[in-house]
T-cell receptor, first 114, second 114 residues
Framework: NAGVTQTPKFRVLKTGQSMTLLCAQD?????MYWYRQDPGMGLRLIHY???????AKGEVPDGYNVSRLKKQNFLLGLESAAPSQTSVYFC?????????????FGDGTRLSIL | AQSVTQPDIHITVSEGASLELRCNYS??????LFWYVQSPGQGLQLLLK??????LVQGIKGFEAEFKRSQSSFNLRKPSVHWSDAAEYFC????????????FGSGTRLSIRP
């Protein structure tokens, strides 16, 4: 079972470059999330989506854009990368529910901005 | 405002010894509490969750946690740790339904002494 797959696993960018991180899930989950993880700060929610074609801002959305054109994919874009966006990025997905459904996480993308 | 505090950044215990990881939370309503584990290079995995009822909850891998409302705490315990338990552990609050957001603590890194 693939679960949640993130592409790429590592990337180094120069300030001002753009890139897109891809998240794909094969569990037919409605909800998808993008987090960033920084030392000593836990995970912070960037954007999330509750279904195909819908997205919403999380705690730290500035500098990022997302798209959910297909149910199984959730893209995170950096239009003009900044050193402050150096982080490990995690995608997660879950079923919807009136009670909490566990989020399934990918293995992360380590992004360095020089 | 919601917040989660994990006061211990790094803990080292001997293999076979007992473990307790501390978590304190601040939440305006009935808290929904979680513990996640992150092995090196991987995403987060849900260990256990508390919604209501019995304040002692059992999770996977032999972990348990106790909810103490009077102390605003949700400490994670394990009677005897194994070398494979070395990982980072995150406490989180919120997220009763899948559409709700979760606030993560900053994490506690657990090392196991042979």
């Amino acid at each position: 079972n693939a679960g949640v797959t993130q592409t790429p696993k590592f990337r180094v960018l120069k300030t001002g470059q753009s890139m897109t991180l891809l998240c794909a899930q094969d569990m037919n989950h409605e909800y998808m999330y993008w987090y960033r993880q920084d030392p000593g700060m836990g995970l912070r929610l960037i954007h999330y989506s509750v279904g195909e074609g819908t997205t919403a801002k999380g705690e730290v959305p500035d500098g990022y854009n997302v798209s959910r054109l297909k149910k199984q994919n959730f893209l995170l874009g950096l239009e003009s990368a900044a050193p402050s966006q150096t982080s490990v990025y995690f995608c997660a997905s879950s079923f919807p529910g009136t009670v909490y459904q566990p989020q399934h996480f990918g293995d992360g993308t380590r992004l360095s901005i020089l | 405002a919601q917040s989660v505090t994990q006061p211990d950044i790094h803990i080292t215990v001997s293999e076979g010894a007992s473990l307790e990881l501390r978590c304190n939370y601040s939440y305006g309503a009935t808290p929904y509490l979680f513990w996640y584990v992150q092995s090196p290079g991987q995403g987060l995995q849900l260990l256990l969750k508390y919604f209501s009822g019995d304040t002692l909850v059992q999770g996977i891998k032999g972990f348990e946690a106790e909810f103490k409302r009077s102390q605003s705490s949700f400490n994670l315990r394990k009677p005897s740790v194994h070398w494979s338990d070395a990982a980072e552990y995150f406490c989180a609050v919120g997220g009763y339904s899948s559409a709700s957001k979760i606030i993560f603590g900053s994490g506690t890194r657990l090392s196991i002494r042979p």
